[in-house]
């Protein structure tokens, strides 16, 4: 009962700080979209969490299902004349749809075949839309900007007598989302769904062995995650106001599973700190060294695993070990 | 016919080229327990040291084993630093670290010869030869030829050496390979040496056909990927057959089926290896494993 009533209160202090934060950058607009950008990652990644960590299936697909997302919202922006904010549970939807249908096939791999086999979908997607541009616009894309059914139409929106600059909009939207997102997971993750997929994911025969149906729930992750991912491409297409194949590159998929373990696995609120990790390291490479920001950027990944191959989330176990002295 | 029998011989070469590079996955994932995403950036790389020999004036054949020794040099010493700390870690740790090896490897290939395209001369022939009336490129026979003389001198290697029996050992079973005096550790490190040196040879037989430019093995790497899935991960065999199987299936869908085309080759690729993948989850010629409970 009391870690419950202290996961609500950070729970609590999470939401005044994100509701605090952009006063703090209020000048920088920079910040303030990179912030969005953050939250849209964050939500990916707590999906991710909940298929890699919890039912420990590997997917670099989920770049894939951002851009599912993404291009739902888009499609039905542009062509059916959907507002916007009304398209993201339908992106969420139909990532989520699509997450499930390949999850059915993922339950016969396992480990590194599923991880390649869910790379070579991330790695097809930009091809595929490409070839089907009467549908997704081909290489140039939809641009979203100005558009009718966008909420401001790009100069922001009033709100309770308040006036929100786009970069304000965009980041509280996607936060609000978030922080849902987040405590929905969290309610799933902490209940009989989360204990199942550990239970599957330690050992799958004595999970059904204790009753535990493994196919439903390995399923039921694929689903639930790819659905977050949907909601973070919807919103990061929202964000952007466009998207085109570029807009969701193969590398993504890469980058969301680094964001998850630099974070940490099995931690939600870690995947912060994982989407932070992954915005802001290409920026700071950039002040670090101009001629090879790259050579820098796969360094500390590197360097990051190597001493810390429990991400963020073990470091703070390892601070609590050290301040409770069980290690001295 | 003739443009079949064309087809099918490119197919091959440029199987001959994933098949080579599926081997160096292989072996890694054999001796480590690892997918090395790095692996196509590790080839490029090489490949740009054979290319750097040779602008200093060192004929193919000189620059190329001395680009394979530097090769094997390199792998070994990746294992040995940057491996070898999270031999113990779980997978997902090994993943992410090949991962930022391979962001690594290809900013230092950039930076080192920058991202302009070089034309990269290979040792064989362009000219066309003609055999029973159809015309093939000498070149597609060599690059099959080095890359069938690879593989074969590879599975010599682990055959009939004591080496290659103590690679095998440690693989296998590491804890009873250490029981018989063998140097667990330094056989890790030797595999990912020898994937070293057949991802240089894919990446130098790559180059005369696809130009040096520092993304050049990126798609090549995911149909390594690919095939060494298709053969089942750990079966060299397989590997090399899927990869052979692969090149020559993808030529002739490109060719004779419009929709496929050029752009539709990877997915293509890919719904392949899912087809299989559900039907034998253990790739072509991989063993079912049997766990215990």
Redesign the interface.
Known sequence: MRTLTLKLALFAAAVVVVALLPKLFLADFQAGDRFGKIGAYFIAIVGLNIL?GFSGQ?SLAHGAFMAVGGYTTAILMADHGLRDVWTIPIAGLVAGIAGLALGL?AL??????L???T???A??LP??L??FDHLTGGSTGIQLFGSPQQTGHGTGVDILGHHLGPGDWNYYLTWTCGLLLFAAGWALMSGRVGRSLLAIRDSE??AASAGVHPAFYKVLAFGVSAAFAGVAGSLFAINVAYVNPDTFPIPLS?YL??GL??GG?GSLWAAAAGAAFIVYLPIWVQHVSQ????????????L???LL?TGAAGLLTILRRVSSKEVL | MSQFLQQVVSGLASGGIYGSLALALVLIYRSTGVVNFAQGEMATFSTYVAWTLMDHGLGFWPAFVATLAIAFAGGVAIERTIIRPVENAPVLVVVILTIGLLILINGATTWIWGGAAKQFHGPFSTRPISIGGVAFSIQDFGVIGVSVVAVALLALFFRFTKVGLALRAAALNPGSSRLVGIRVGWMLALGWGLAAVLGAIAGTMAAPSLFLDPNMMQTVLLYAFAAAVLGGLESPIGAVVAGLALGVMLNLLGTYWDFVGGQLRLPAALAVLLGVLLLRPQGLFGRMTVRRV
């Open positions: 890699v590997i096939p016969r791999l396992s480990g590194l075949y991880a390649i086999a790379f070579g979908i790695v097809s091809s595929i490409k070839k025969v004595a890469l599973l680094v373990v630099v696995l001629q090879a920001p790259q050579v820098v950027y796969g360094a500390a990944i590197v990051f695993m190597l191959p």
